[in-house]
């Protein structure tokens, strides 16, 4: 299951990533940690997903120890995504009037790519 949620610009980020949980929260029944980069981070997010998620899971927040470049643990997975995503012309600058026709295209460009992959 992949959340996608597209928000205005001066939306919070933090808030973002609850409304995603919350609405998928049937789906994430298993769910267990979820990692998140430094802009995540704080005991308030971290109550806010124990309450829509419950109390099992947790969130690990991926820190960046040193000045100099490190391929932080499991961030290249949404690095690779927005890579990929990226190949799509119409995803390649946010020219969707829309935040309804973005989330589509996005929806749209990750099936075409689950479904090239199975092809092959």
Do not use: H
Not at 34 to 43: A, L, M, N, R
Not at 46 to 58: F, M, N, P
Not at 72 to 85: A, H
């Amino acid at each position: 299951m992949i959340g996608v949620l597209v928000t205005e610009a001066n939306a919070s980020e933090r808030l973002g990533a609850v409304v995603v949980l919350d609405e998928a929260v049937e789906e994430l029944s298993k769910l267990e940690v979820i990692w998140v980069d430094q802009g995540y981070s704080g005991e308030n997010f971290a109550q806010a997903v124990k309450q829509v998620c419950g109390e099992k899971v947790r969130v690990e927040v991926i820190q960046r120890n040193s000045k100099s470049f490190e391929r932080l643990p499991k961030r290249w997975i949404v690095e690779r995504t927005f890579g990929w995503l990226n190949r799509f012309r119409r995803l390649s600058k946010d020219y969707e009037l829309y935040t309804e026709l973005s989330e589509a295209m996005i929806y749209g460009s990750l099936i075409r790519l689950m479904l090239k992959r199975m092809a092959s």
